[in-house]
């Protein structure tokens, strides 16, 4: 039976004819800037359009995510990024058993979220959550929902390969078991081949897909002062949040000019490990830590260490607001806030403008964040972390949600970049997606560091 129909329906330079039956499994996929999550919001609803779509169903039996925020509950933008690591400031914050209504939920309804979500995740709060637990959550908090059509957008991007292959074979499971519709958006397929699964293929828009730059157009820049040797070393370092201990007996030292991969499990304490090195976390003043050959605490503001450190993480451009234009937020990273309250350099409009050109970003320039793809998003985030060209540069998962063009030029942005003088932590579950100038490899798993 069809479900919706579209037909006629101009999404960027194609024009879409296709039905969603029930019982069927949908892959969508496309590069960034393709209209992939734009084709979701018009088939549940949240794009209004009468003209090209036919529904046989109400659109409360349409259950949607997209894996940015849940506006009735849990918001990023009501947050700040550094609040997940303050105790103090997160006194409104809700745990993941209430954010999914578990507490007044039917035991089977508590059994399958658990098929989903380990039990010791559900007492844990939302803030708290790395991108890949948070990603779970909401994928959970989507099935829980009693639809006809369920719609996923981008559900495995920021998963480790074990979780990735896990959610394959439960979503396959799940729509064999409930008999629904399953709408899944993706960059790149991560069902196997047997599975029957009915793909709908997107192409990019001409207008953007044009300002893709080439790895020969990438320009050079130059190589920042790094005037010291040791950029973290911790010894003994332990966190707790609450009963739960993220970090236990971690001993490490980066020294300038290394270049670092970090890997372990969704969940393993990477966020809160990076979270040290970066100054957002206040749990630092009580570690034997030292940053930049300083130990921590010792009269440096958390301002002089961040105007060293280009830092990409999966979920920071959620907490941006939507209305912010691009080059407003790539221009804050000049001052490792949301706004640059000064007077920008002549020499740093230079290097910024080249930065837009060079990750295809100028046709952006004026357009509000809340207007790009997810992919186009990460790149905003990456041209902010280097608006400094700082001497250190953490990457955590600096790939997610990228297509194929856009990952190997950025790929060749940071191996350019990768020069003696400076230090590089790269967090990345794919092999594919390891930078070639990585040497050196750290494992985290439940706390622990093995390096």
Same mark, same amino acid.
């Given at each position: 039976?069809?479900l919706?129909?579209?037909?006629?329906?101009?999404?960027?330079?194609?024009?879409?004819?296709?039905?969603?039956?029930?019982?069927?499994?949908?892959?969508?996929?496309?590069?960034?800037?393709?209209?992939?999550s734009?084709?979701?919001?018009?088939?549940?609803?949240?794009?209004?359009?009468?003209?090209?779509?036919?529904?046989?169903?109400?659109?409360?039996?349409?259950?949607?995510?997209?894996?940015?925020a849940?506006?009735?509950?849990?918001?990023?933008?009501?947050?700040?990024?550094?609040?997940?690591?303050?105790?103090?400031?997160?006194?409104?914050?809700?745990?993941?058993?209430?954010?999914?209504?578990?507490?007044?939920?039917?035991?089977?309804?508590?059994?399958?979220?658990?098929?989903?979500?380990?039990?010791?995740?559900?007492?844990?709060?939302m803030?708290?959550?790395?991108?890949?637990?948070?990603?779970?959550?909401?994928?959970?908090?989507?099935l829980?929902?009693?639809?006809?059509?369920?719609?996923?957008d981008?559900?495995?991007?920021?998963?480790?390969?074990?979780?990735i292959?896990?959610?394959?074979?439960?979503?396959r499971?799940?729509?064999?078991?409930?008999?629904?519709c399953?709408?899944?958006?993706?960059?790149?397929?991560?069902?196997?081949?047997d599975?029957?699964?009915?793909?709908?293929?997107?192409?990019?828009?001409?207008?953007?897909?044009g300002?893709?730059?080439t790895?020969?157009?990438?320009?050079?820049?130059?190589?920042?002062p790094?005037?010291?040797?040791?950029?973290?070393?911790?010894?003994?370092?332990?966190?707790?949040?609450g009963?739960?201990?993220?970090?236990?007996?971690?001993?490490?030292? $980066?020294?300038?000019?290394?270049? =670092?991969?970090?890997?372990?499990?969704?969940?393993?304490?990477?966020?809160?490990?990076?979270?040290?090195?970066?100054?957002?976390?206040?749990s630092?003043?009580?570690?034997?830590?030292?940053?930049?050959?300083?130990?921590?605490?010792?009269?440096?503001s958390?301002?002089?260490?961040?105007?060293?450190?280009?830092?990409v993480?999966?979920?920071?451009?959620?907490? =941006?607001?939507?209305?912010?234009?691009?080059?407003?937020?790539?221009q804050?990273?000049?001052?490792g806030?949301?706004?640059?309250?000064?007077?920008?350099k002549?020499?740093?409009?230079?290097?910024?403008?080249?930065?837009?050109?060079?990750l295809?970003l100028t046709?952006?320039?004026?357009?509000?964040?809340?207007?790009?793809?997810?992919?186009?998003?990460?790149m905003?985030?990456?041209?902010?972390?280097?608006?400094?060209?700082?001497p250190?540069?953490?990457?955590?998962?600096?790939?997610?949600?990228?297509?194929?063009?856009?990952?190997?030029?950025?790929?060749?942005?940071?191996?350019?970049?990768?020069n003696?003088?400076?230090? $590089?932590?790269?967090?990345?579950?794919?092999?594919s997606?390891?930078?070639?100038?990585?040497?050196?490899?750290? =494992?985290?798993?439940?706390?622990?560091?093995?390096?």
């Open positions: 039976m069809s919706i129909a579209v037909t006629g329906l101009s999404i960027g330079d194609q024009v879409l004819d296709f039905e969603l039956k029930s019982q069927h499994l949908y892959e969508i996929t496309g590069p960034n800037g393709s209209g992939k734009y084709l979701a919001r018009v088939l549940c609803g949240k794009v209004f359009n009468k003209n090209n779509v036919t529904r046989q169903l109400s659109l409360t039996e349409i259950s949607y995510t997209d894996f940015t849940d506006g009735s509950v849990f918001q990023y933008s009501s947050s700040y990024y550094q609040e997940r690591y303050q105790s103090g400031a997160k006194q409104e914050s809700i745990k993941v058993i209430d954010f999914l209504k578990l507490q007044q939920a039917d035991p089977a309804t508590v059994d399958f979220a658990q098929i989903i979500l380990p039990s010791k995740l559900l007492d844990r709060e803030i708290e959550l790395s991108s890949g637990e948070t990603r779970k959550v909401l994928i959970a908090k989507t829980l929902k009693p639809a006809l059509i369920y719609i996923l981008n559900p495995f991007t920021g998963l480790d390969a074990k979780s292959a896990e959610l394959s074979e439960f979503l499971h799940f729509h064999e078991r409930s008999g629904c399953l709408v899944v958006l993706t960059v790149k397929s991560h069902f196997s081949k599975h029957e699964v009915e793909c709908i293929q997107l192409v990019p828009y001409t207008s953007r897909s300002a893709i730059p790895r020969n157009q990438l320009p050079q820049f130059e190589s920042p790094a005037p010291f040797d040791r950029v973290f070393d911790i010894h003994k370092g332990q966190i707790y949040a009963d739960k201990q993220l970090l236990s007996e971690v001993n490490w030292c $980066i020294r300038k000019g290394e270049k =670092w991969l970090l890997q372990g499990p969704n969940g393993s304490g990477k966020t809160t490990l990076t979270s040290l090195m970066y100054a957002d976390n206040p630092a003043y009580a570690q034997d830590l030292v940053i930049f050959d300083k130990k921590r605490g010792s009269g440096e958390i301002w002089q260490i961040k105007a060293r450190i280009g830092f993480s999966p979920e920071i451009q959620n907490y =941006w607001p939507q209305s912010a234009k691009v080059l407003d937020v790539v804050s990273g000049l001052s806030t949301q706004v640059l309250v000064r007077p920008i002549a020499a740093e409009k230079s290097h910024i403008d080249a930065l837009l050109a060079a295809g046709i952006f320039s004026q357009t509000a964040l809340g207007q790009l793809s997810s992919g186009e998003k990460k905003v985030m990456i041209a902010r972390a280097l608006a400094l060209n700082p250190v540069l953490i990457l955590d998962e600096p790939f997610q949600g990228l297509d194929a063009e856009r990952t190997s030029l950025v790929q060749a942005l940071f191996s350019q970049l990768a003696s003088e400076r230090t $590089i932590l790269q967090i990345a579950h794919e092999e997606e390891i930078l070639d100038c990585i040497q050196r490899r750290a =494992w985290l798993e439940e706390g622990r560091l093995k390096t």
